[in-house]
C-alpha cells in the first residue's frame, strides 16, 4: 500500500512524543504535564498550543521557586514542584482545573489582583499578602510574597506568570517579638511606676518627719510649760500637723485617678507636685518662681502628668545641689505642625546643663548619666506618658558659662486623650 500522504502521517502521530518535545523538565509535575489528558480543557492538546504558552509552562517548570502559569480568561492553572506545598494533597487534582475552583477559598483576596492583572496588563507584587489556603492539616493563613506578571499573545494579555514566596515564618517572627517587645515595655513602665512610688515615698517620708519630729518637741514642752506658753506650744504643734495632713492630702492625688480624663488646671497639677519638694527646696537654697498664665484647664490623667511633672521637678532640683532657681510656667501654644491648641509647661533650672552629646539620648531606655542611683526609665516613662496624651516633650540644655541650665517643655492638647489608659 502507497502512503495516503502527510494528512495521514500528521493522523498517526503519537500526541505523547509531540507532548514530550514540547513540554520540558525532568520533575514530577514536568511528568504530570505531559500525561495529563489536555483535551477536555480550554487548553485543548498540548500539540495545539501556542508558543506563548509552552514558553510560559516550561519556565514554569524549570523554575527553582514555586511558580504557576493561569492560560486563558478561564485561568487554567499550571505549576511545578516547588508549588504543590500551597495545595496540599490535592495538587493533581487542580491540575487544568480554573484559577476561581482551585482557589475558592482566598479568592476574595487572589482573585481581584488576578482580575486586576489580566484587564489591565499591568504586572504587580504583593508582600506579606495573607491568603488562606487548604492543607493537609485543613485551611491556614499562609503570608506570601507574590508576583504576577502578564504573558502577551498577539498584543492581548493570554495569561498570567508569577512566582510566591512563603514568608509566613518570617511574619510570625516579626509577630512573636513585637509581643516580647510589648510585654517588656509593659514590664519596663510597671517597674518605672515601682520606682517612681519608692522615691516619692521616700520623699513624702522626709517632708512628714519634720513636722512630726517638731511636733514631738513642742508636745514635749508644752507639758512642761503652764498658761499661756503651754497653749503657743500646742498652737505651733497644731499648725505642723495640718501640713502633714496637706501633704498627705496632695500625695493621696497621685494615687487616686480616674479611668477617663479629667479637666485641671496648671495651677492645679504643680502644687500638687511643689508640695513634696517644700522642705528639700528650703534645705538646697532653691527659689522657685511661678508664672501661671494659662487660666484653661486640660483634660488629662492627672495622675500620669504629675508624674511627669515630680519626675521633671527631681531632675531639676538634682541639677541644682548647691541652690540654684526653679522656674515653672504655664501658658497657651500651639502645636506648630498640627496648629492644635494646648498646655504648655514648662520646668527650668540654672544648674550645671546637659552635654550636647547625651542630649540626644535622654529619652532612650536605660540610658542613664546618674550611675547606680538611676535606672535610666525615668524621662523614657514620661515620653510615653506624654505620647499617650498625644503631646510633645523636649529639653534645651546649655553649659555656657555666662548662660547653663535646661529646660523642659511640656505640650499637652486641650482635647482628651483616648480613653484607653495604662495601668
Known amino acids: ?58 519556565l514554569t517548570l524549570s523554575s527553582s521557586v514555586p511558580t504557576r502559569t493561569l492560560w486563558g480568561r478561564e485561568m487554567i492553572l499550571i505549576f511545578n514542584d516547588g508549588y504543590r506545598r500551597f495545595l ?56 506570601l510574597d507574590y508576583a504576577c506578571t502578564p504573558v502577551f499573545r498577539g498584543g492581548q494579555v493570554a495569561g498570567l506568570f508569577g512566582t510566591l514566596r512563603d514568608a ?19 514590664a519596663l513602665l510597671k517597674s518605672e511606676k515601682l520606682a517612681a512610688v519608692g522615691r516619692l515615698a521616700s520623699s513624702i517620708a522626709h517632708e512628714i518627719n519634720n513636722p512630726l519630729e517638731s511636733v514631738m518637741n513642742l508636745i514635749y514642752l508644752a507639758r512642761r510649760s503652764d498658761g499661756e506658753g503651754a497653749k503657743r506650744y500646742l498652737d505651733l504643734a497644731d499648725e505642723e500637723i495640718r501640713r502633714v495632713s496637706i501633704i498627705a492630702n496632695q500625695t493621696l492625688r497621685f494615687h487616686k485617678q480616674s479611668s477617663t480624663p479629667q479637666a485641671v488646671g496648671a495651677g492645679d497639677l504643680f502644687s500638687t507636685v511643689m508640695s513634696i519638694y517644700e522642705g528639700q527646696l528650703r534645705n538646697t537654697h532653691v527659689t522657685v518662681e511661678k508664672r501661671f498664665r494659662a487660666p484653661e484647664p486640660v483634660m488629662c490623667f492627672q495622675g500620669d502628668v504629675r508624674q ?12 541644682m545641689p548647691l541652690g540654684g532657681r526653679l522656674l515653672i510656667r504655664s501658658r497657651t501654644g500651639r502645636n506648630w505642625k498640627t496648629g492644635e491648641r494646648g498646655l504648655i509647661l514648662t520646668i527650668a533650672d540654672n544648674g550645671g546643663g546637659i552635654p550636647r552629646e547625651v542630649q540626644r539620648y535622654i529619652f532612650d531606655a536605660f540610658f542613664t548619666t546618674k550611675g547606680t542611683a538611676g535606672n535610666g526609665l525615668g524621662l523614657w516613662v514620661c515620653q510615653e506618658i506624654v505620647e499617650r496624651h498625644r503631646g510633645t516633650l523636649r529639653v534645651r540644655s546649655s553649659q555656657r558659662e555666662e548662660r547653663h541650665g535646661t529646660t523642659f517643655t511640656l505640650w499637652l492638647p486641650f482635647q482628651p486623650p483616648a480613653q484607653a489608659h495604662a495601668a
Not at 500525561?35 to 495545539?48: K, V
Not at 480554573?98 to 508582600?127: D, M, N, T
Not at 509566613?168 to 509593659?186: D, G, P, Y
Request: glycine letters at 8%; aromatic letters at 6%; a negative charge.
Open 1 to 58: 500500500m502507497f502512503s495516503s500522504g502527510p494528512t495521514e502521517c500528521r493522523a498517526n502521530a503519537n500526541p505523547r512524543s509531540d507532548a514530550e518535545s514540547r513540554i520540558v523538565g525532568a520533575g514530577e509535575m514536568a511528568q504530570l504535564v505531559r500525561g495529563h489528558d489536555w483535551n477536555p480543557t480550554p487548553l485543548g492538546p498540548i500539540e495545539t498550543w501556542p508558543q506563548e504558552l509552552v514558553d510560559a509552562v516550561n
Open 88 to 143: 496540599g494533597k490535592r495538587y493533581s487534582q487542580t491540575l487544568g482545573q480554573p484559577a476561581r475552583e482551585v482557589y475558592r477559598e482566598s479568592w476574595r483576596v487572589e482573585g481581584p489582583i488576578l482580575e486586576k492583572a489580566f484587564a489591565s496588563g499591568v504586572s504587580g507584587i504583593y508582600e506579606k499578602l495573607c491568603v488562606p489556603v487548604e492543607t493537609d492539616d485543613g485551611m491556614k493563613d499562609f503570608y
Open 168 to 186: 509566613t515564618a518570617e511574619v510570625m517572627a516579626v509577630r512573636t517579638l513585637r509581643e516580647k517587645e510589648s510585654r517588656a515595655e509593659s
Open 308 to 319: 511627669v511633672l515630680n519626675n521633671l521637678v527631681s531632675n531639676a532640683l538634682e541639677a
